[in-house]
C-alpha cells in the first residue's frame, strides 16, 4: 500500500471528507527509537491526523500538530508539509506501565498545539487543552474553539500502520444550512458504525463503499505521501555556529570533534577539529 490521502467530496452539499492510510511512513518515523508499543500507536495516529489537517493548506508550508503535558509521553510532535512529507517523534519517560494507551494516561494534564507556518508569510498557532479521551476528541474540540467548523475525526494506529478519517462541514454555499444540516447528520451517522480495524486494514474504495453507498462522493486525485525531513548539514551547521565562540571553544578543547543526531531520522553529522575551528573563526570574524 502506498502512504496517501484521499479527499472525498459530496455532491450538492457543503461536506467534505478525506482518508488517509501511512504505513512506510511510520515504519521510517519509528525506526531507530525504541518507543513503547503504546507510544508508537499515539504517534502513528498523530501522523495520520497532520496528514488530515494538512489538507487545508492552500499554500506551500507545513503544519504540526504538538502536545504536551505532565505525563510518561511529555511531548508528541507530528508534521505534514503541504506537498505531504511526514515526520514525527516523541519523547517519554522509562520503567512506565505502557498497558494504558489513551492519552490521558500517556501524555496527561496538557496543552495541544496547532502550528501552520507557511514558507512565506505569518505563523498561525492555536492552543486548546487536552480535553478527551482520544487524540480524536482533542482535534475535534481545536476545531470548535479555533476553526467553529463541525469536523468529526477517527484515527487509527497498529503494527506499523496508521489511518484516519475525516469529516467537516463547510459554511453553506451549494446547498441551504436546512441541507447540509441534515446531511451532515446522516453522515455522520454512517461513519460512526466504521470500526478501526477496517478503517486501518480496508482500501480507500471499500471503506468509501461500505459507508457511503447510498450517496457515493466525488473523488479527486488521490495525493502521495511519504517521511520526509528538514535536517541538514547546513542547518546542523548553523545550529553549532548560534552556540557563540565560547561554546564552540569549549567542544574544540575538550571532545576536537561533535557528533548531532537529528531527533526525527536519526541521521548524524560529524565536525572534527578543522570544521570547529572555522565556525569559531567565522563567528568572531
Not at 21 to 43: D, F, K
Not at 188 to 208: R, S, V, Y
Not at 214 to 238: M, V, Y
Request: one cysteine or more; glycine letters at 8%.
Amino acid at each position: 500500500m502506498q502512504d496517501h490521502k484521499q479527499r472525498f467530496l459530496f455532491p450538492d452539499s457543503d461536506i467534505r471528507g478525506e482518508l488517509v492510510q501511512v504505513e512506510s511512513s511510520i515504519t521510517r518515523i519509528i525506526e531507530g527509537h525504541n518507543y513503547p508499543l503504546a507510544v508508537q500507536g499515539l504517534i502513528g495516529e498523530a501522523v495520520a491526523a497532520v496528514a488530515l489537517l494538512a489538507s487545508t493548506l492552500k499554500f506551500k508550508g507545513r503544519l504540526a500538530l504538538q502536545a504536551q503535558g505532565k505525563g510518561p509521553v511529555s511531548l508528541l510532535l507530528a508534521e505534514c508539509t503541504n506537498e505531504g512529507e511526514l515526520r514525527a517523534l516523541a519523547r517519554h519517560s522509562d520503567g512506565q506501565d505502557w498497558s494504558q494507551g489513551d492519552i490521558q494516561t500517556l501524555i496527561g494534564d496538557g496543552n495541544m498545539v496547532i502550528t501552520i507556518t507557511p514558507d512565506q508569510g505569518k505563523q498561525y498557532q492555536g492552543i486548546v487543552p487536552l480535553a478527551g479521551d482520544s487524540l480524536a476528541q482533542c482535534l475535534e474540540a481545536y476545531f470548535r474553539q479555533s476553526e467553529q467548523l463541525p469536523t468529526r475525526l477517527w484515527l487509527a494506529s497498529g503494527n506499523n500502520r496508521a489511518a484516519g478519517l475525516l469529516l467537516q462541514r463547510l459554511p453553506n454555499q451549494l446547498a441551504s444550512s436546512d441541507a447540509n444540516a441534515q446531511m451532515w447528520e446522516h453522515l455522520e451517522a454512517l461513519a460512526g458504525t466504521l470500526k478501526m480495524e477496517e478503517l486501518l486494514n480496508l482500501d480507500d474504495q471499500t471503506i468509501l463503499h461500505r459507508l457511503f453507498h447510498d450517496t457515493p462522493p466525488q473523488l479527486p486525485e488521490a495525493q502521495a505521501l511519504q517521511f520526509g525531513c528538514t535536517c541538514s548539514r547546513d542547518r546542523n551547521r548553523n545550529a553549532l555556529i548560534s552556540l557563540g565562540s565560547n561554546e564552540l571553544q569549549m567542544l574544540l578543547d575538550e571532545d576536537g570533534e561533535v557528533t548531532l543526531t537529528c531527533d526525527f531520522c536519526r541521521n548524524q553529522e560529524r565536525f572534527d577539529a578543522v570544521d570547529l575551528a572555522e565556525m569559531i573563526k567565522e563567528v568572531v570574524s
